[in-house]
C-alpha cells in the first residue's frame, strides 16, 4: 500500500514537470477529470475491435487505443471478437461486422463520411464506427475521441457526417529557405535540408492534428513560389512527406512557379500556348506521379505582385490554367489558380511589389479601384476553365482585412468552380501577439448572401457547389504554422487552425461551437472557465476591428510588415499601396465612395447586395467606409456624428482588450500556469498595441475634422509625430525577419 | 487498492504520451531507476534547509527541491531547522551554519566556487552546500545533482570547486530578424519583437540549463553586428533578458558595431580618436548601465570581413578596444576584441565577403599566407590593451577547422590578456547532420603546450591566466543553439554545449568524463549502454576529420555555406577562400608549405613547437598537409605512400561512420524510441555525407596523384563531374537560411 501510494505520487511530479508547451495542440487526451463521467466512459469502453489492414486503419486503431488509455485511465484491450461495450470500428472490407451494418442502414458517406452508432450487434451493446474508406474510419476516430474530450455523453450515439467540401485545404506560405511569408510563429516546419533522411516527429503530428479536423491537403510551398522545389532533389523530398501525410489522407500539392520551364527547364518560353512548355509540365507532372501517385496538384499565383503568368505572353487566365489542368489531369490532380489579381499597368517595370518580389510588366486592365480588378479580370473567362481548374478567391475584394464584405466573385461566375481562401496566419490581425477568434470572420462570409439564385445563395453555397451543382469543390486557409514549439505562436491562434478545419468539413457550424469544443480540448472542460473563456474568444475579432479598423476602414497598416497603423502613409510605390488611397480622408469626410458616383464597385454585387450597402443612411456601419465618404458630422447613430461615433470605436476595441485582460486574470486557477502566464504576457502586449492604434489613427484622422475627442475619452500620450516616426525595419513575416 | 492501482497506470500512460523531444537537455531528473541506489539517495535526503533570502538563492531552493522530488520520487521538506539527512546550502549571509561551517575551514572559494561536505553538525549527518556568493550555492546545488544523476554515491562528500576561468561566455551570433548565421537549430531563441512584453519560458530554462554548468555569460547578438540593438527600443529588450538571467548569474554582452556612431548617433566619423565618438560611447555606456547594472560588456569584430573598424581611420585595434574599454572600465564592464582578422588590402572595394557583408577598404598588413595574419597584426600590440580588454582568439590559425593547430597568437602576447574562442556550432563539422563530440578538439587545444615559459606552458594556463598572471580571464564558445525543440537540432550537439560549460570551469576535466556524465543525464545510467555510446562519442571527431579533412587538409568545404566538399574551388573571390588556396594539390603533391621553405609560418610558434612540425619525417601525421607540402609518393607510414594513406584515411572515415550506425543500432532497448529514432536517421545521412566527401574528394585528388584506389576499397559511384555540378543554393547557415 505505501509502496502504491509512492507510485501515485510519482504521478504528481511527473506530470508537474511536464510543462503544457501546447506542443499537443487539443488532441491532449488527458484523464476525464469529472469522476462520474469517467465511470460512465469506462463503463461504456472496454475494448475496441479495428483491424488494422492498412496504413490508415492502422494509425486510426493506434490512436484510438493511445486516447482511450489515456483519456479513461484503463487499459484497452484490442480484440477480435466482439464483446460487450466495445467499440467496433472498420469499413465493409476490413469488418464484417461493419458491411453487415452498414448495408443494413441507407447511407450515404461518399468517400469521406462515417457513422458513430449505439447498437446491438449479436446481442452485445457496441458502438460502431463506420466508414465506406479507411479515412473515413479514421474521421470517426477522431470525431468520437472529440466526443469524450468534450465530455459529451455517449450512450445513445448517433452520428453520421460527412463533409460538405472535397478539398480542405492548408496553403503554406512557406519558401525553401524556410522563412515563412507573413509567419509569426518561427519558421517553417518543414526542414527541406535534413528531408528526405530525417522524418521530424511533427511532420507526423501535423498529419494527426489535420486529419482530427478533416483537413485532407496541404500546400507545402509558398504561392510566391520557387521553381527548384520542382527539381528531382526536391521532389524526393516532397514525396517523403507524402509518404508520411498519406495514411492520414492528406494530399500534398506545390506551387507551380509559371516560369519554371525557363528556370530549370531550359526552355525559352512559358507561353502556355507552346507545345515544348505544355510537353515539360506534362513530363514534370509524370515525374511528380512517378514518386506521388496521389500528389493533388497545383496552387499557382500567376500575374499577381511581380510572379510570372500568361498575361506576359498575351494569355489569359484561362490559358494558364487550362495548361495545367491538362498536365494534370490524366493522373487526377487539380490546378487551383489564384484570382487575388490586381492592375499593375499602371506601374512602370520592375519596381519593387509589396511582397518582396519583382514584377514583370504584363498586360491587365487598367482600374482606379482595386476592389474590382479581380473580378474584371476573371468574371469574363467565367465558364472557359477545364474542370479540374478551381479559381482560389481570397475571402474579400482586397486583402485579407479585418473585415471586408465577401468578394463580388463569389456571386459572379457561376459556370467556374470557386474555392474560399481564408488566411488563418493572421497578417492584418494582430499577427504575433494579438488574440483573434477568427471563426467569426469565416462564418460571416461563408453565410452572406450573393443572391445569385435568388435568397439563400449564400458563398456557403457557391464554395460547396450546392448553388451551381461543381463536381469539385474546396476551401484552402493560409497556414498560421511555424516551428514554435505550440506549433502557432499564440496559444489561441491555435483555435484558428482548428476553426478552419471544422468549418471546412461543416459550415452550418457556429462560431460559438467550435469555440466551446476547442476550448474543451485544448484547456478545460469546467464551465467557470468556459463561459469567460469562450466570450473572450467570440468577441475577439469584433474587438480587434474596433481598435484597428472600424466603420469600414481598412488597409491602414504599416506598408509592407502590416504592423500597427499607418494611415497616414502616401508614399508607397503605388497608389493602391497607401493607406490614403483606401480611407480618403479630407475636409469633407473620410471613407471610398464606391457607389455609383464613386467607382462602382458595388455594381459587382447583385441589386439585392448593392442595395444593402449602396445607401449611406441604410448601410450598416460596419460596412460604412468601405462604400461612401460620409462626412465628419454625419449622423451615423442618434445623436452621434461619423467622427464621434469613430471616437467611441476606437475607445470601444481598447475598452474590450482591457476586458479581455480582468476576465482572463480571473482564469489563472483552472488551467496550467503556463500557458495561462503566455496569455496573459500577450494580452498586455496587446493592450499596449490597441492602445496605439487608437491614438495614432485618431490623431491622424483628427487633422482632416478638425474636431475634439469627446469628454471622457482617454487622450493620447504622444503627438502624431511620434506615431509616425515609429520604425519596425524587423518587424516579421516578411523578407529574413521572424 | 485497486484504485491506487489504477492511479499507478497513469504514471504509466502520462509517461509515454510525454515524449522525450530533448527539450529538458540534460536536466531531466528522471527518478533514479536504480532501486538500491534509490533507496540509499532517500535515506541520506530527507529535507533540505536552503534560505531563499535573494533572487538566486530562491531558484537555488526552488531547482533543488523539484528536482529532488522527482528523482528520489519522494516528498522533500523544506525546513527551517537542522535534521538528520538533511541539506544544509547556503552563503554566510543567508545561513549561520554555513558561516559557522565555512570559518571553520580553510577554504579559497573566491566569488563563484563552493564546498559539497557530508559532515556532521549539531549531532546530525547532514550534506553541507556552502559558498561564499549566492551564486556559488546556486552552481553547487546542479553539482550535487548532477552526482545524483549521474548515480555517484553521495554519503561521503567532499567537494571544494572553484573556476578556473573567470568569464565563460556563449557567444551568440544571433540577428536581430531571428537568422543565425552558421545556425543549425532553427532561429534565435531571442523573439526581438515581443520583447520585452512576452517572457519565453525558454529564456529562464536557458539560463537554468547555462547555470548548471557554470556558464556565465551570454552575448546575445552576431559579431556582425546591427547597430539598432544599441538604440533605446532595443536595450529594453535586453535589459528583459537580463533581468530573467540575473538570477542565475548570467551577465549579457552585446555586440558593438563599431559605425554606431554614424549609423545611430548622427556623427560623422566613429575614428576612435575623436572626443565626440569618445563621448558617444561613454554615453551609450551610462544609458545601458543604467538599465542593466551588471551588463558584461562588448564582443566586437572590427576590420574582418567587412566590419569597419579602427584602420579606417588609421588607428590599431589598441585604439579601437581601449576606446570601449574606457567607456565601459567606470561601470566594470569587458571588451572581448576578436583577432579573427586577415589581410584584406589585396582586395579591390566593395566587394562581397564570405559571410555576406560588404567590406571597406582598410589598411592592413599584406601577406601571402593568410595564417600569419592575426599575429601579425596582433603580436606588435602585445602590451597595449587596457585591463578591460580581452583579446578572443579563435582556437586555430584559419577558421574553425575539424584539426587545427593552435593558434600561434596563443603563445605570442604574454602582456595580453587573451581568451579563446571555440566554436560549438559546427559549421566545419557536419553542420545539422553529423554527430561530432567536441570535447577531443577542445581538449587538443588546451592541452597543446606553447613553450612559451618552457614545458608545460598549455594554451589552458595561457586561458586560465595562471601563465602570464592574468586578472581578468574568459573564454567563449560560439552557440549551437536555435529554437529547434531540442535547442540543438542533433540530439548529440547538446554535448557540445554541456562540454563547453564544464571546460570552462575545469579544463582538467577529460572528454572521457564529460561524455560520461552528460550520456547518464541526458540517456541513461545503464553501462550496457553507456559504454558503447560514450566509444561513438569519443571517436567521432577523429571519425569526422578521416572522411572530410585527413592529414592536416583543411577548408576544403563548399564555398560560402561550408556544406559538402568542395576542394576544386578556384575561382572565390579572394584566393583565400578558395580551397585550392589550402591544399595546394598538384602533380608533385598536396599540402601547404608553411615551413622556411614556404610561407614560414610556422615562425609565429616557439622554436620548441616548431620542431614538433617543421620536418615533414616526424611531423605527426594529423598536421604534415597543415605544413608540408607533401609528394604523392612520399612514405608517410611503413610500406604506405602519401597517396595511399590519403585513401585508406577516407575509407577509414567512413566505415567508422557505418561503424557508429551498427554500435547505435544496438541500443534502441535502452532508451527512449523518439530520440533513438532521431539519431539513427541522422546517422544514415551522416554516412550518405561521408560517402560523398571520400569520394568527391579521392577523385578530385586522383586527378593530381594519377595514382589509382588501392584494391578493396569501395569504387565512387559518380564520376567527379557529378560531385562538382552538386549545388546547395538553400544550405542552412547564411543569409535567410535555415
Given at each position: 500500500m505505501k509502496k502504491l501510494f509512492l507510485v501515485a505520487c510519482t504521478v504528481l511530479v511527473a506530470v508537474l514537470l511536464?510543462?503544457?508547451?501546447?506542443?499537443?495542440l487539443w488532441l491532449?487526451?488527458?484523464?476525464?477529470?469529472d469522476a462520474a463521467l469517467l465511470q460512465q466512459y469506462r463503463n461504456t469502453i472496454s475494448g475496441i475491435q479495428l483491424e488494422p489492414s492498412s496504413p490508415t486503419l492502422s494509425v486510426a486503431r493506434q490512436e484510438l487505443l493511445n486516447a482511450l488509455q489515456s483519456l479513461l485511465d484503463k487499459q484497452i484491450t484490442s480484440q477480435q471478437t466482439i464483446t460487450g461495450n466495445c467499440i467496433v470500428a472498420g469499413t465493409p472490407s476490413s469488418s464484417s461486422i461493419v458491411k453487415q451494418f452498414l448495408s443494413a442502414g441507407n447511407f450515404n458517406l461518399g468517400k469521406e463520411g462515417f457513422v458513430i452508432r449505439s447498437t446491438n450487434i449479436e446481442g452485445k451493446k457496441v458502438t460502431v464506427i463506420a466508414a465506406g474508406s479507411d479515412i473515413g474510419v479514421l474521421y470517426g476516430v477522431f470525431t468520437f475521441l472529440r466526443l469524450l474530450q468534450t465530455h459529451q455523453?455517449?450512450?445513445?450515439l448517433s452520428i453520421t457526417s460527412v463533409p460538405a467540401i472535397q478539398n480542405r485545404i492548408l496553403d503554406h506560405w512557406d519558401n525553401l529557405n524556410r522563412?515563412?511569408?507573413?509567419?509569426?510563429?518561427?519558421?517553417?516546419?518543414?526542414n527541406w535540408h535534413t528531408l528526405p533522411g530525417y522524418i521530424d516527429k511533427r511532420y507526423i503530428d501535423y498529419a494527426r492534428a489535420n486529419a482530427s479536423i478533416g483537413i485532407?491537403?496541404?500546400?507545402?510551398?509558398?504561392?510566391?513560389?520557387?521553381?527548384?522545389?520542382?527539381?528531382k532533389e526536391y521532389l524526393l523530398k516532397v514525396k517523403a512527406l507524402a509518404d508520411v501525410f498519406r495514411p492520414y489522407g492528406i494530399k500534398v500539392y506545390l506551387t507551380a512557379k509559371f516560369s519554371a520551364p525557363i528556370e530549370i527547364?531550359?526552355?525559352?518560353?512559358?507561353?502556355?500556348?507552346d507545345t515544348a512548355v505544355q510537353n515539360w509540365w506534362n513530363e514534370k507532372c509524370n515525374e511528380i506521379y512517378a514518386l506521388i501517385p496521389d500528389f493533388g496538384g497545383f496552387l499557382i499565383k500567376a500575374n499577381s505582385e511581380g510572379q510570372p503568368g500568361p498575361q506576359g505572353y498575351g494569355r489569359t487566365h484561362a490559358d494558364g490554367a487550362n495548361m495545367f489542368a491538362d498536365a494534370l489531369a490524366p493522373h487526377g490532380g487539380i490546378v487551383m489558380w489564384r484570382a487575388f489579381v490586381y492592375d499593375v499597368r499602371v506601374q512602370k517595370t520592375n519596381e519593387h511589389f509589396e511582397e518582396g518580389k519583382t514584377h514583370e510588366h504584363s498586360a491587365t486592365i487598367a482600374s482606379?479601384?482595386?476592389?474590382k480588378q479581380a473580378y474584371n479580370e476573371f468574371k469574363p473567362l467565367?465558364?472557359?476553365?477545364?474542370?479540374?481548374v478551381l479559381i482560389q478567391v481570397k475571402?474579400?475584394?482586397?486583402?485579407?482585412?479585418?473585415r471586408e464584405p465577401f468578394s463580388p466573385l463569389f456571386g459572379a461566375m457561376p459556370q467556374t468552380q470557386l474555392m474560399m481562401e481564408f488566411q488563418l496566419t493572421q497578417e492584418y490581425l494582430g499577427q504575433a501577439t494579438n488574440l483573434v477568434f477568427e471563426a467569426p470572420l469565416f462564418k460571416e462570409v461563408l453565410v452572406a448572401?450573393?443572391?445569385?439564385?435568388?435568397?439563400?445563395?449564400?458563398v456557403a453555397k457557391v464554395i460547396d457547389g450546392s448553388l451551381n451543382n461543381n463536381t469539385v469543390t474546396g476551401i484552402a486557409g493560409v497556414a498560421n504554422i511555424g516551428n514554435d514549439i505550440d506549433w502557432t505562436?499564440?496559444?489561441?491562434?491555435q483555435s484558428n487552425w482548428y476553426a478552419f478545419g471544422r468549418l471546412a468539413w461543416d459550415?452550418?457550424?457556429s462560431a460559438a461551437q467550435i469555440a466551446d469544443e476547442w476550448l474543451r480540448q485544448t484547456?478545460?472542460?469546467?464551465s467557470a472557465f468556459l463561459d469567460p473563456a469562450k466570450t473572450i474568444m467570440l468577441t475577439s475579432r469584433e474587438t480587434l476591428v474596433d481598435y484597428m479598423t472600424p466603420l469600414g476602414l481598412h488597409h491602414i497598416m504599416g506598408t509592407s510588415h502590416h504592423y500597427g497603423p499607418a494611415p497616414w502613409v502616401d508614399n508607397a510605390g503605388r497608389a493602391d499601396w497607401n493607406p490614403v488611397y483606401y480611407h480618403k480622408a479630407d475636409s469633407a469626410g473620410i471613407g471610398f465612395d464606391r457607389t455609383a458616383t464613386g467607382?462602382?464597385?458595388?455594381?459587382?454585387?447583385?441589386p439585392e447586395v448593392q442595395k444593402q450597402w449602396n445607401n449611406v443612411n441604410t448601410c450598416n456601419e460596419k460596412y460604412v467606409l468601405w462604400f461612401h465618404h460620409v462626412?465628419?458630422?454625419?449622423?451615423?447613430?442618434p445623436g452621434r456624428t461619423l467622427w464621434d461615433e469613430l471616437c467611441y470605436k476606437y475607445n470601444t476595441g481598447v475598452d474590450s482588450v482591457r476586458w479581455m485582460q480582468a476576465a482572463w486574470n480571473g482564469?489563472?486557477?483552472?488551467?496550467?500556469?503556463e500557458r495561462f502566464e503566455d496569455v496573459r504576457m500577450l494580452l498586455g502586449i496587446q493592450e499596449t498595441e490597441a492602445v496605439w492604434w487608437r491614438n495614432a489613427c485618431l490623431l491622424y484622422f483628427q487633422t482632416f475634422s478638425k474636431m475634439p475627442f469627446p469628454a471622457n475619452y482617454e487622450k493620447p500620450d504622444h503627438d502624431l509625430e511620434y506615431y509616425k516616426a515609429l520604425k519596425f525595419p524587423l518587424a516579421p513575416g516578411i523578407g529574413g525577419n521572424m
Open positions: 511536464q510543462a503544457e508547451d501546447g506542443y499537443r491532449r487526451y488527458d484523464k476525464i477529470d455523453h455517449i450512450n445513445d522563412t515563412i511569408e507573413r509567419g509569426y510563429a518561427g519558421i517553417s516546419i518543414w485532407n491537403g496541404s500546400v507545402l510551398t509558398n504561392v510566391n513560389a520557387n521553381a527548384l522545389v520542382l527539381t527547364g531550359g526552355l525559352k518560353t512559358a507561353d502556355p500556348l482606379d479601384d482595386r476592389f467565367d465558364g472557359k476553365f477545364r474542370k479540374n475571402n474579400g475584394p482586397i486583402d485579407f482585412q479585418p448572401d450573393t443572391y445569385t439564385k435568388g435568397k439563400g445563395s449564400t505562436g499564440h496559444p489561441f491562434a459550415h452550418d457550424l484547456f478545460s472542460n469546467n467607382s462602382n464597385a458595388l455594381s459587382q454585387y447583385n462626412p465628419w458630422d454625419f449622423k451615423i447613430q482564469l489563472a486557477t483552472y488551467i496550467d500556469q
